[in-house]
């Protein structure tokens, strides 16, 4: 027979476990129904930062380029 110690310890044993499953299912449950706002935001901001790597990429290049390709390039955009 079980004593009055080991039988509350299988039920807050019990009730934790419970928790944790109800827990995890509803925020299962809330990250699958996000609002389409929150969508379009997240999508701006995908956007926004493909913008911003382009960005980078053509200073880290204007940056490790030669002097005097820099210059030519400059000059080129002076005759326009």
């Known amino acids: 027979m079980i004593n009055p110690f080991e039988m ?15 827990g995890r299912r509803s925020h299962r449950h809330r990250e699958n129904q996000s ?11 995908q956007d926004e930062v493909k913008q911003l790597k382009e ?7 204007i940056a490790t380029d030669k002097d005097d ?10 005759d326009r």
């Not at 509350?8 to 109800?22: D, N």
């Not at 389409?36 to 701006?44: A, H, S, Y």
């Open 8 to 22: 509350v310890i299988l039920i807050v044993l019990i009730v934790t476990i419970g928790s944790v499953i109800r």
């Open 35 to 45: 609002a389409p706002e929150e969508r379009v935001e997240t999508l701006r901001l």
């Open 55 to 61: 960005r980078i990429h053509v200073l880290e290049r």
């Open 69 to 78: 390709a820099l210059s030519r390039e400059i000059d080129s955009l002076r």
